[in-house]
């Protein structure tokens, strides 16, 4: 990527950190720490969507440090990808409280954030974590949504204004923390990624 190019993109990303930061579009920026905007590199060719921060990202304001991070890391290792190789961002960039399920209003308030991000960051590659993720980047690219169980591992190709990208939904890695059969049916999925990348 042109140097110009690069420098653009830091500018409008990090002029809406600062929109995203100072956010109280909906109810959440009450009881968060701070919000979590996105971590990793702006210029990767991944980008990993989740659903919202946890209790530990809300505190250390970085992605997926908690139990899922974990398992997010061993997917990453699978197909010897770092952290520095893709941007993870969610859906919501606050802390629900108790985790709860990011309701209506939320997303409602929040998603443009993440369609922005998409549009400036311009990745080649989406996945998607768990329902509320892919519906939501489904949603973006016209794509019909229907569950998780059944879409969970394809690959989407769509166009967009940058190119055409592919989009991957997956289940979400809090789920395999608890079910292992759900980790293995991850970890196939992740896999599909190496053929991917290596065309
Ligand atoms: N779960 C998510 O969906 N996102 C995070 O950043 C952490 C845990
Ligand atoms: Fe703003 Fe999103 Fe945080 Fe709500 S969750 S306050 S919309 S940044």
């Excluded at 990808?81 to 961002?89: A, G, S, V």
């Amino acid at each position: 990527m042109e140097e110009q190019e690069e420098e653009f993109k830091k500018r409008l990303i990090e002029a809406l950190n600062i929109e995203i930061n100072n956010c109280k579009k909906c109810d959440l920026w009450k009881t968060r720490n701070k919000p979590l905007v996105g971590d990793g590199s702006i210029n990767a060719e991944i980008m990993i969507v989740g659903e919202s921060p946890g209790y530990y990202e809300d505190l250390q304001g970085k992605a997926f440090v908690g139990e899922a991070g974990k398992i997010l890391d061993e997917l990453l290792d699978l197909v010897n990808l770092e952290r520095k190789d893709i941007y993870i961002t969610n859906v919501l960039k606050c802390h629900p409280p108790r985790n709860h399920n990011p309701n209506r209003q939320e997303v409602y308030s929040c998603i443009g954030y993440l369609y922005k991000q998409i549009d400036i960051i311009k990745p080649r590659i989406i996945i998607t974590l768990g329902k509320f993720a892919s519906k939501e980047v489904f949603n973006k690219f016209n794509l019909e949504f229907t569950r998780i169980s059944e879409l969970h591992g394809r690959v989407y190709e769509v166009k967009t204004f940058f190119g055409n990208i592919k989009i991957i939904p997956l289940y979400h890695p809090a789920v395999a923390c608890y079910h292992n059969e759900m980790l293995r049916v991850l970890k196939e999925d992740f896999k599909k990624l190496k053929s991917i990348l290596n065309n």
